[in-house]
T-cell receptor
Framework: AQTVTQSQPEMSVQEAETVTLSCTYDTSESNYYLFWYKQPPSRQMILVIRQEAYKQQNATENRFSVNFQKAAKSFSLKISDSQLGDTAMYFC????????????FGKGTSLLVTP | DTAVSQTPKYLVTQMGNDKSIKCEQNLGHDTMYWYKQDSKKFLKIMFSYNNKELIINETVPNRFSPKSPDKAHLNLHINSLELGDSAVYFCASSQGPRTGELFFGEGSRLTVL
């Protein structure tokens, strides 16, 4: 079974600053996907960024980037130039074929962006 | 045009009642899921269907019964509701191995009194 661990229940960052959210995972599969999802107060689940395990290059999406360390099974999310709208719960998740591509989620990190 | 839609968005009911939540996706995906998000925000998979066939059935009380009349619909029926069933229930669909990404509905908040 896959497990995903987010060790930071809450974090805070000032507007325009950079923040990094940590995530580690455990899997015996060789091919899998990793994700960061954002859940703002509206409770909608929004995909932030996706990484395929076989790709060595770290994924980036505008102000969001990941540091994917496959050997260490680490998948951290960096948010640059933080904006008030980034305030949300952030969930790290993994999936693979053995799980029927169901996402296994970490417990989440609540991020507060302050003015 | 909503990709994954759930109804109702909010549901308040008494213990012991039976209720259903409906889900529809217009993305053409083969696989659909039900997740439960508890009061601590933890998201846990409950069920998954692929082309109307049940492929994931996690440890969920048998009071919960999913039904998939076709691959675009996955409904969740809950019998004899208990206080602990209060949660937000999310429906999702997936392209599967192509991207692994799940597309979520807006969630249905169930409150059992």
């Amino acid at each position: 079974a896959q497990t995903v661990t987010q060790s930071q229940p809450e974090m805070s960052v000032q507007e325009a600053e950079t923040v990094t959210l940590s995530c580690t995972y455990d899997t015996s599969e060789s091919n899998y996907y990793l994700f960061w999802y954002k859940q703002p107060p509206s409770r909608q689940m929004i995909l932030v960024i996706r990484q395929e395990a076989y790709k060595q290059q770290n994924a980036t999406e505008n102000r969001f980037s990941v540091n994917f360390q496959k050997a260490a099974k680490s998948f951290s999310l960096k948010i640059s130039d933080s904006q008030l709208g980034d305030t949300a719960m952030y969930f790290c998740a993994s999936t693979n074929s053995n799980s029927g591509y169901a996402l296994n989620f970490g417990k989440g990190t609540s991020l507060l962006v302050t003015p | 045009d909503t990709a994954v839609s759930q109804t109702p968005k909010y549901l308040v009911t008494q213990m012991g009642n039976d209720k259903s939540i409906k889900c529809e996706q217009n993305l053409g995906h083969d696989t659909m899921y039900w997740y439960k998000q508890d009061s601590k925000k933890f998201l846990k998979i409950m069920f998954s269907y692929n082309n109307k066939e049940l492929i994931i059935n996690e440890t969920v009380p048998n009071r919960f019964s999913p039904k998939s009349p076709d691959k675009a619909h996955l409904n969740l029926h809950i019998n004899s509701l208990e206080l602990g069933d209060s949660a937000v229930y999310f429906c999702a669909s997936s392209q599967g191995p192509r991207t692994g990404e799940l597309f979520f509905g807006e969630g249905s908040r169930l409150t059992v009194l």
